[in-house]
């Protein structure tokens, strides 16, 4: 890390999200089934996250309704109305939720007792229509901050038509 960068708000290692993006894309290379996609996107997440203690999907599956897709990590809570949690408010607001102390975040869900922070990013199909949300969490407080959900936005963004739409 240069100097020019120590004053990061984030301590420790940082997700390199180029190098993220560059070797999803490849992998994923003709591929438009989205569980294939989303459980591949889960793996290369979590293992390129520093301090990520579950990386994964929640799927719109019914009007305002959340239902678990492909992760890793500790169990995942297994359905989210979007009038609850990080992941119903980043489905509703049809935007990002940076949360770095999860205890502060009204209506919270504790899936995992261990969880300090998160970040909450939409799935869109190719006409930008939410089809889910992408679900961090650490177990270390602030954990994230917006170099990470841009990232996970880029991401997110170029794999956009494995999704539909
Ligand atoms: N904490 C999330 C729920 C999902 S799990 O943590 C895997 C939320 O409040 O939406």
Redesign the pocket.
């Known amino acids: 890390m240069s100097a020019m960068q120590t004053s990061h708000p984030v301590a420790g290692p940082r997700a390199d999200y180029g190098q993220l993006q560059r070797e999803a894309l490849s992998v994923l290379e003709g591929i438009d089934d989205p569980i294939a996609v989303m459980s591949t996107l889960a793996c290369l997440v979590y293992g390129a996250v520093p301090g990520t203690s579950?990386a994964?999907f929640?799927r719109v599956v019914a009007p305002r309704l959340l239902r678990?897709g492909p992760?890793q990590?500790?169990l995942?809570?297994l359905e989210?109305p979007f009038d609850?949690?990080?992941?119903?408010?980043?489905a509703r607001e049809e935007r990002s939720q940076l949360v770095p102390d999860?205890h502060a975040?009204p209506?919270?869900?504790?899936?995992?007792a261990g969880?300090r922070s998160?970040v909450?990013v939409p799935v869109r199909d190719a006409r930008g229509a939410v089809v889910g949300v992408l679900?961090l969490?650490s177990h270390a407080p602030s954990n994230f901050d917006d170099a990470d959900r841009e990232g996970l936005e880029r991401l997110l963004a170029a794999i956009a038509p494995a999704f539909g739409g």
Not at 107 to 112: P, Y
Request: contains cysteine; charged residues 15%.
């Open positions: 579950f994964g929640y678990i992760y990590g500790p995942g809570c989210i609850r949690g990080v992941c119903g408010a980043a999860v975040f209506g919270h869900i504790a899936c995992d969880a998160e909450v679900d969490d």
